[in-house]
């Protein structure tokens, strides 16, 4: 079984910074990708930012620019900074790891108030 285990979401104020992570532990005998999603209330999950073992990053569009994901390989950690939040950026943030399956966290809330 592999678990995920999430931190540092949090309130914080419109332009302000938040930073989570993601670490990895338990039977993972290959990490592809490691990214975030959200999701907001009364909508879908969608993508905020995703890494490949390759290095290969992608974002969405409403982040691009502002958040930066970055990854440990010999830690199984991934993090997302993000900097100039929006009151948009509300939602829960789900860490997703891709190997021989798929697995995600419990989700850590992210607030953002005006």
């Known amino acids: 079984q592999v678990h995920l285990e999430e931190s540092g979401g949090g309130l914080a104020q419109a332009g302000g910074s938040l930073r989570l992570s993601c670490t990895a532990s338990?039977?993972?005998?290959?990490?592809?990708?490691m990214g975030w999603y959200r999701q907001a209330p009364g909508k879908q999950r969608e993508l905020v930012a995703e890494?490949?073992?390759?290095?290969?990053?992608r974002y969405a569009d409403s982040v691009r620019g502002r958040f930066t994901i970055s990854r440990d390989n010999a830690k199984s950690t991934v993090h997302l900074q993000m900097n100039d939040l929006k009151l948009e950026d509300t939602g829960v943030y789900y860490c997703?790891?891709?190997?021989?399956?798929?697995?995600w966290g419990q989700g850590t809330q992210v607030t953002v108030s005006s």
């Open positions: 890494t490949s073992i390759g290095g290969v990053t």
């Open positions: 997703r790891l891709v190997g021989i399956g798929a697995y």
């Open positions: 338990g039977r993972i005998f290959r990490i592809d990708d």
